[in-house]
């Protein structure tokens, strides 16, 4: 199983580019690794998944490296709306993923 | 499209009293799972269900019991409350089955149980 590990928490402003790392050392080959988004009081929301190099989707971009022991989710010109917490999974299978505590963003006007 | 509906929202029980906490889908998705959130932690898998007639459990299993209803439906119990179940309970579906990776997890917005 792949434990990750990302920051605790993170500040930004409106209007830059965030870059949230995670790092997967111990990420098996068949593992794919996958970010979500959670408001307060609300479940998770999907945001992006990729295996390798980079994937793009209308709302952010995943950066994958070839060793894979590391991931960057790109968020483009952020709004106090990103403000959230962001979780980085890794795993070949749902019910084998390992939730972390996940990054706390705030983004400040 | 409601997606994955959860209910009640709120609840509070006293310590040794039972509920049931409802998850509905209408995404006609195969797998629905039971996670629980304490505050400022990650979800912990309480059980899952792969497919209709299929359940297992996950990692934190006691205490607690489901029942797939049907497809749409996987309801989670809990027999005799106990303050370490104070929690947020979430919902979520997905339309692969077994160890299909590719789809993502669909949540609720979660029942917030309390437990005195």
């Known amino acids: 199983l792949a434990k990750t590990t990302q920051p605790i928490s993170m500040d930004s402003y409106e209007g830059q580019e965030v870059n949230i790392t995670c790092s997967h050392n111990?990420?098996?080959?068949?593992?794919?690794i996958t970010w979500y988004q959670q408001f307060p009081s609300q479940g998770p929301r999907f945001i992006i998944q990729?295996?390798?190099?980079?994937v793009t989707n209308e709302v952010a971009s995943l950066f994958i490296p070839a060793d894979r022991k590391s991931s960057t989710l790109s968020l483009p010109r952020v709004s106090l709306s990103d403000t959230a917490v962001y979780y980085c999974?890794?795993?070949?299978?749902?019910?084998?993923?390992?939730w972390g505590a996940g990054t706390k963003l705030i983004i400040k006007p | 499209n409601a997606g994955v509906t959860q209910t009640p929202k709120f609840q509070v029980l006293k310590t040794g009293q039972s509920m049931t906490l409802q998850c509905a889908q209408d995404?006609?998705?195969?797998?629905m799972y039971w996670y629980r959130q304490d505050p400022g932690m990650g979800l912990r898998l309480i059980y899952y269900?792969?497919?209709?007639?299929?359940?297992d459990k996950g990692e934190v299993p006691n205490g607690y019991n489901v029942s797939r209803l049907n497809k749409r439906e996987f309801s989670l119990r809990l027999e005799s409350a106990a303050p370490s179940q104070t929690s947020v309970y979430f919902c979520?579906?997905?339309?692969?089955?077994?160890?299909?990776?590719?789809?993502?997890?669909?949540f609720g917005n979660g029942t917030r149980l309390t437990v005195t």
């Open positions: 979520a579906s997905r339309t692969g089955t077994g160890g299909s990776y590719n789809s993502p997890l669909h």
């Open positions: 999974l890794g795993g070949d299978s749902n019910y084998q993923l390992i």
């Open positions: 990729g295996y390798k190099t980079k």
């Open positions: 269900s792969a497919s209709e007639g299929t359940t």
């Open positions: 995404m006609n998705h195969n797998s």
């Open positions: 111990n990420i098996a080959t068949n593992d794919y």
